[in-house]
């Protein structure tokens, strides 16, 4: 642990844990492939008429065109001359994308998967990640369409992320994020919906895919207002070490090791990473660790377990008025309070167990997972005496999923299926919104000038 967590604690805190749980149960029945023969007859009718082949060119294309097509509408009779001069021939073609036709007609995808959903969904493998640039986890949904993700350059907080027009002024708290199967957001308490990328090392993730909008029976309950983010880590990492550095005394070291015993894939990874910040104030320190092992049971079924340890704490310059950098009242550099600090330490254990015979699928999700978290945010302008508050978030969470699926194939040639699923979500939390150190201060300091007369 970076810092030992009481040094953040303004005052002893009485020992209140509530508990919160939630239960969701989920049944869908996708809609049914009548005549899927009929989608290959159009595609196949798309592919002959109305798609040229490549290396034709446009005097052969123009040749091979319908006679009705070429025929030209009669010209309008009108009183001005107009219709006098000569209007050219407008040649229309279709092309051909790498997914075949745009002029095809699809089959409907029933599947498991978020992407037969028939909300917008957006999908990155592994390949486009890798070749993505990024900071930290989260500007991966900068790629999504429709998505916007907002740093504040607080230290180590969540970043904003909006969409569908929900503002990234929040914590990230309307979109529903998962990590293996496993909910991400805060689900109680002050930092209700807390969403914090943070701890997910980008070199790690395996495949993001993002549901626009609640949509989704299974991963569009709380939270995902503006949609849901679902990434998968690698089950396969190789040995290696890098080392980055930039601006600002950023210094960032991740080592892997990687290694296959039989049927069972193991690999540990290691991060460590410093950052002065730009602003005042802005220091980031982290250490991150993270291990999985996938277990190929037979060759119907896979388990995979993950644990996670994630200790970070920062400095927080908050945000200053633009007129009074302008009015040069203050550098755009100074932090709102140089007192401000925050922390965040996670704990997390996550196993899934998948199941594939014939037509039928069984996916389960065990988590676990211990925060400790705590922000301190002074209130008011800078260089005016205002109070600071202190967040505290200290919760255990317990959660378990079971999801069943089966596919049917009918007389006719179509297609059936039935998706289900329960999830049960429990929380033991302790959270506070307290007054801070200096607000203490500031509280004790008034109440002396009063005894004193």
Do not use: C
């Not at 607080?154 to 309307?174: C, F, H, K, L, P």
């Amino acid at each position: 642990m970076l810092y030992d967590k009481h040094h953040f604690t303004s005052r002893q805190l009485p020992p209140r844990l509530t508990r919160k749980s939630l239960l969701q149960l989920s049944v869908v029945v996708s809609a049914f492939g009548w005549a899927p023969s009929a989608f290959s007859s159009t595609t196949h009718q798309s592919k002959a008429s109305s798609t040229p082949q490549f290396g034709h060119s446009l005097q052969e294309i123009a040749q091979a065109r319908p006679v009705a097509a070429a025929k030209q509408a009669p010209k309008a009779r009108t009183a001005d001359n107009l219709t006098s001069q000569k209007v050219e021939d407008v040649l229309v073609s279709g092309g051909r994308t790498i997914n075949g036709p745009r002029s095809a007609a699809k089959p409907m995808l029933i599947s498991n998967s978020p992407l037969s959903d028939i909300a917008v969904v957006s999908h990155l493998d592994n390949e486009q990640i890798r070749n993505t640039p990024v900071h930290v986890s989260a500007d991966l949904l900068r790629s999504i369409p429709g998505f916007q993700v907002d740093d504040f350059q607080d230290g180590g907080i969540a970043q904003g992320i909006g969409a569908r027009g929900w503002s990234t002024e929040s914590d990230g708290n309307y979109v529903a994020t998962y990590i293996d199967g496993s909910i991400r957001n805060v689900y109680s308490g002050v930092l209700n919906g807390y969403n914090d990328l943070n701890p997910l090392i980008p070199e790690l993730i395996n495949g993001l895919t993002v549901i626009s909008g609640p949509f989704d029976v299974r991963y569009g309950g709380n939270f995902a207002s503006a949609g849901s983010a679902l990434f998968t880590t690698r089950d396969d990492v190789a040995t290696g070490i890098s080392a980055s550095g930039g601006s600002y005394g950023k210094a960032r070291v991740l080592g892997t090791y990687g290694k296959h015993i039989g049927n069972v894939t193991v690999y540990s990874a290691l991060e460590g990473m410093y950052e002065t910040g730009y602003r005042q104030n802005g220091i980031t320190r982290r250490i991150n660790s993270f291990s999985k092992a996938v277990v190929d049971i037979s060759p119907e079924d896979t388990f995979k377990i993950s644990a996670q340890g994630y200790w970070t704490d920062y400095g927080q310059p908050g945000s200053i008025p633009l007129n009074y950098i302008q009015q040069g009242l203050i550098s755009e550099r100074a932090p709102r309070s140089d007192q401000d600090r925050g922390a965040n330490n996670q704990y997390t254990l996550n196993a899934q167990f998948e199941h594939v015979h014939n037509n039928f699928t069984l996916d389960a999700t065990l988590f676990f997972n211990k925060t400790w978290l705590i922000r301190q945010i002074t209130l008011g302008l800078p260089g005016t005496v205002t109070p600071q508050r202190e967040y505290l978030d200290d919760r255990y969470t317990l959660g378990a999923a079971i999801e069943p699926y089966w596919k049917f194939h009918l007389p006719n040639g179509g297609l059936f299926d039935i998706k289900t699923g329960i999830t049960n979500h429990i929380d033991w939390a302790r959270d506070f919104r307290i007054p801070g150190m200096m607000a203490w201060l500031i509280l004790r300091r008034t109440v002396s000038i009063f005894q004193a007369f």
